[in-house]
Nanobody
Framework: QVQLVESVGGLVHAWDSLRLSCAAS????????MGWFRQAPGKEREFVST??????TTYYADSVKGRFTISRENAAAYLQMNRLRPEDTAVYYC????????????????WGQGTQVTVSS
């Protein structure tokens, strides 16, 4: 089992940067692929990024490619968000799953509580 706790998001302006972290408890963090998802008001949850167990493979949604960077180190995963846009406003969730990476939220077994990111124009 793994428990995930995201850092506090925040209110930023367009073009600002923000880094989210996801702290994982448990001794088997290296067994989990990690993902970041987000859900904007009135919209369905969507995939943002994922990273493999080794950290050697990453995937990004087209909407964030080139602006966001996912990483992992020790027992935490990170999402560095640069050049933020108002449309990035959402609740961001980190998630973990055993096995290979996936862009589907339904493949993830463990979720954090979510953290609000608001980007003003």
């Amino acid at each position: 089992q793994v428990q995930l706790v995201e850092s506090v998001g925040g209110l930023v302006h367009a073009w600002d940067s923000l880094r989210l972290s996801c702290a994982a408890s448990g001794r088997t963090f290296s067994s989990y692929s990690m993902g970041w998802f987000r859900q904007a008001p009135g919209k369905e949850r969507e995939f943002v990024s994922t990273i493999s167990r080794s950290g050697g493979t990453t995937y990004y949604a087209d909407s964030v490619k080139g602006r966001f960077t996912i990483s992992r180190e020790n027992a935490a995963a990170y999402l560095q968000m640069n050049r933020l846009r108002p449309e990035d406003t959402a609740v961001y969730y980190c998630a973990a799953r055993t096995g290979v990476t996936s862009t589907r939220g339904t493949d993830y077994d463990h979720w954090g509580q979510g953290t609000q990111v608001t980007v003003s124009s």
